[in-house]
């Protein structure tokens, strides 16, 4: 029995030491010069101030910035309680966030009560911090936003259009707007104007 408990616990012992430590050290090694902003956490600053990172959503409630999808992340896009609602599509909760969140979009959006809301603007996203909304999302917010700031309805458009990122190697995912690098571009747009 000796013969095999030796070299049982010896492989557990190197194995833990190569994938545990040497193989994660030589991913980090060659990793931080070649991806660094990803290794730093995709950070965004403005002025030499971290404001958030491009992988992490924030809540927005100013008629000014374009609105992120709701989270079930503790208060709301707590990165230390990151997590969906955990509700089926035939839990009575699930029902009522839905009917609550599209009266909510439509009348900060100023919509008609028939006009459909995109699924991300009345769901939750699994991690409750997505930091994207999709393009038609973006769309039904861009006279609200284009109101409150005085520009043309046209210029908004058009930033929208620049921060929509497509599919990820053109087939994964669908295209998506990155709402805090948005709002960003907005505020730098008015100092400039």
Do not use: W
């Amino acid at each position: 029995m000796t013969r095999q408990v030796r070299p049982a616990i010896l492989s557990v012992l190197i194995l833990t030491l190569i994938c545990g430590g040497i193989f994660p050290l030589l991913l980090f090694a060659i990793g931080a010069p070649l991806f660094s902003s990803q290794t730093h956490g995709s950070l965004l600053t403005r002025g030499g101030v971290v404001v958030g990172s491009r992988l992490i959503g924030q809540e927005f409630s100013s008629d000014r910035y374009f609105h992120s999808r709701p989270s079930a992340a503790g208060n709301g896009y707590d990165g230390t309680a990151s997590g969906g609602s955990n509700f089926g599509p035939y839990h009575p909760k699930f029902a009522s966030d839905i009917r609550q969140f599209a009266d909510q979009y439509r009348k900060e959006n100023g919509l008609a009560a028939d006009v459909p809301v995109p699924i991300d603007a009345v769901t939750r996203s699994a991690s409750g911090l997505d930091p994207h909304i999709s393009p038609q999302d973006a769309a039904l917010q861009i006279p609200r936003v284009a109101r409150a700031r005085g520009l043309d309805r046209n210029v908004v458009r058009s930033l929208v259009e620049r921060y929509t990122e497509g599919r990820q190697f053109g087939i994964l995912g669908s295209p998506r707007v990155a709402v805090l690098e948005l709002n960003l571009a907005l505020d730098q747009m008015g100092r400039t104007h």
